[in-house]
């Protein structure tokens, strides 16, 4: 280990006095080319030993006193844009930890933390040192075009989320639903050294407890009746890679306490296992509800909601954001367009009017499902205000200019298959899209109407 005044060119420099090295991380870094550069001197002095050791990674030491003991973090950011660096602090504090990864932290971690994490964290600052880490942000410029994002509360998010993707932090997206957050885990996971790693999404609220725990973490053969092999979790599936889970609010308080260990220890215990695995993931959790709610009301756990919550972004309702609107209804049309190798309809004037005044209670989602549909079923190149009034609701469809009277849903939605097939030239699978329905669950209509169909 190098003392104070020796420079090496594979240098982390350890700022960090007040905790000792793990004699065999020193080890293993050494056995990889690096040296440990120890420095006791205060903050004031960090940057002259960065120069001079020209270190390509840094563990910091912090006394946990709120903001100021991180005003460090932005002008080394700016001076050394390139150089990871890791926060450990004394009295670690919540509030600090998300502060210190908004300012580009890699990582914050507790005096209680393992050898086993900060080994894990160190290698991770090296990796993304250096040349590789500044490459990644150049991708993070070049990808950013990909979201359609105008409006100035969702630049701020997408803002935010780029900061936040070179690091391994956990992320929680909170959001009505269809705002977005799955599009914007991908987007992190893009951005991020774990770009060539799976992406793996699970959503909680679809399995029951049971199932889930197995999709989570994997079973071994025998664990339990039907389990005739032995299955990896969703966990080992995403290892190198990013883990998504959605609506984490939706999962028992039982399977919370196992999330819990696998965060804090990054290993899993299969269901019917008898040894611990470990894993080598980055979590991103989503939620619809206000998960600070869910705790004081028992729901949710209080110590996993603060380890989810390192990173939170709120992604507003597509109703609050409505410079959003009209881009995204137009990307949604070429999309379709491009999807169906047609040429490109047009939104009229009054037809922008009409999408901006609409409330949009299924957002981005809804306004996708409308474009798709309006996109199908409009005969004109250009989409106009009565063709949305049209298409918005099945109950306003009409028919050669009348409007459709009530009757059993029966007759409804024979009525709305025939159109959907008389529209689409009768092609099954762009009538099915839509329908928002399986070309099998039409072929089965059909089948049932063919009688009254049979011309079909």
């Excluded at 120890?38 to 050791?53: C, I, M, N, S, Y």
């Excluded at 602090?89 to 600090?96: A, E, G, H």
């Excluded at 998010?157 to 780029?162: F, G, N, P, S």
């Excluded at 599936?237 to 998504?244: H, K, N, P, Y």
């Amino acid at each position: 280990m190098e003392s104070k005044g020796q420079a090496a060119s594979n240098s982390i420099l350890w700022a960090a006095p007040d905790f000792r090295i793990p004699s065999h991380l020193w080890e293993r870094l050494k056995s990889l080319g690096w040296t440990v550069v120890v420095a006791h001197d205060d903050g004031k002095a960090l940057f002259h030993r960065l120069e001079e050791t020209n270190a390509r990674a840094c563990v910091v030491q912090v006394n946990g006193q709120g903001h100021g003991d991180l005003s460090f973090l932005q002008e080394l950011g700016s001076a050394y844009p390139g150089v990871p660096v890791v926060i450990l602090s004394r009295k670690p504090d919540v509030n600090q930890a998300v502060e210190a990864i908004k300012m580009g932290a890699l990582d914050y971690l507790p005096p209680s933390v393992s050898e086993e994490q900060l080994q894990v964290v160190v290698e991770r600052a090296i990796g993304l040192s250096g040349e590789g880490y500044r490459s990644n942000r150049k991708r993070t410029t070049h990808r950013g075009h990909s979201l359609i994002v105008e409006d100035p509360a969702m630049k701020a998010v997408v803002a935010m989320a780029e900061k936040v993707a070179p690091r391994d932090a956990t992320v929680l997206l909170a959001g009505e639903s269809g705002t977005g957050k799955e599009v914007l885990a991908r987007f992190i996971h893009e951005l991020s050294p774990r770009c060539q790693g799976p992406f793996v999404a699970i959503n909680c609220a679809a399995l029951p407890e049971h199932l889930l725990e197995s999709e989570l973490f994997g079973h071994e053969k025998g664990a339990f009746t039907g389990a005739i092999c032995k299955k990896a979790g969703k966990f080992e599936l995403a290892s190198g890679g990013t883990l998504l889970l959605d609506e984490v609010s939706e999962m028992a308080p039982a399977l919370q306490a196992k999330l819990l260990r696998a965060l804090q220890e990054r290993e899993i215990d299969r269901v019917g296992g008898r040894g611990s695995i470990p894993v080598n993931v980055r979590v991103i959790a989503t939620t619809n509800k206000d998960l600070e709610t869910e705790t004081k009301e028992g729901r949710f756990r209080i110590d996993l909601y603060y380890r989810l919550n390192v990173v939170p972004l709120f992604l507003p309702p597509l109703r609050e954001r409505p410079e959003d609107i009209i881009p995204l209804a137009r990307h949604f049309l070429e999309k379709q367009a491009n999807a169906y190798g047609e040429a490109p309809k047009v939104l009229t004037e009054d037809a922008e009017t009409y999408l901006l005044k609409q409330p949009w209670p299924g957002n981005v989602r809804q306004l996708e499902n409308l474009m798709e549909r309006v996109f199908l079923l409009a005969d004109a190149s250009t989409i106009t205000r009565a063709d949305l009034e049209k298409f918005s609701d099945p109950v306003s469809v009409q028919e050669q200019g009348q409007v459709m009277q009530l009757m059993p849903l029966k007759e409804m939605e024979k009525k709305m298959i025939l159109r959907a097939l008389r529209t689409s030239n009768g092609n099954r699978t762009h009538a099915a899209k839509a329908l928002g329905i399986s070309v099998r669950t039409l072929r089965n209509k059909l089948n049932e109407y063919r009688r009254e169909l049979g011309e079909l």
